[in-house]
């Protein structure tokens, strides 16, 4: 009951379910999800992909949300490597440690990022990532799925 309570006041808060459409351009909008353009400037063209209904993880969306979240991402993701760039990120962050503010947003979605080879997220981020992704070994592989069960 207090978890309902939480969302509820949430949804009045939430920036996706409150959507401002004089700073926010919706691109597109279907019976279950919308397309709008994001605001950071570091990639021009990165898209979000919103259910209209508040949910924060993939597991909550109805069977028909799910299939139309996947198939508009699919629809978008195709319309960016034909008129934007030659490479696509799909991202979806589920953090629920971190408290709500102006770059993380409970309500679910997912990113679509225009990318290119050396383009100004790999110059800024992905270029200290080479360390972070170093490749498990044999017994690190072992290890975590037999604590984790998955
Ligand atoms: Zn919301």
């Known amino acids: 009951m207090k978890k309902r309570q939480n ?4 949804i ?3 920036p996706f379910c409150t959507i401002d459409t004089k700073r926010t351009k919706i691109i597109n909008s279907k019976p279950y999800t919308i397309v709008i353009l994001s605001n950071p400037r570091l990639v021009p063209g990165h898209l979000l992909v919103i259910p209209k ?14 299939n139309e979240l996947c198939n508009t991402v699919i629809e978008f ?5 034909l008129r934007v760039s030659s490479g696509c990120d799909v991202r979806q962050n589920y953090r629920p440690f971190l408290k709500e503010g102006r770059l ?4 679910l979605h997912i990113h679509l990022i225009p990318r290119e080879f050396k383009d100004d997220i790999f ?6 990532e080479n360390n972070l992704f170093k490749e498990l070994d044999e017994k690190e592989i072992k290890n975590f799925l037999f604590k984790k069960n998955l």
């Open 123 to 128: 110059r800024h981020i992905q270029i200290f």
């Open 104 to 107: 993380k947003v409970d309500h």
């Open 12 to 14: 009045k808060t939430c």
């Open 7 to 10: 969302n509820e006041s949430n």
């Open 53 to 66: 209904r508040h949910v924060e993880k993939l597991s909550e969306l109805i069977e028909e949300e799910k």
């Open 77 to 81: 993701q195709e319309k960016i490597l």
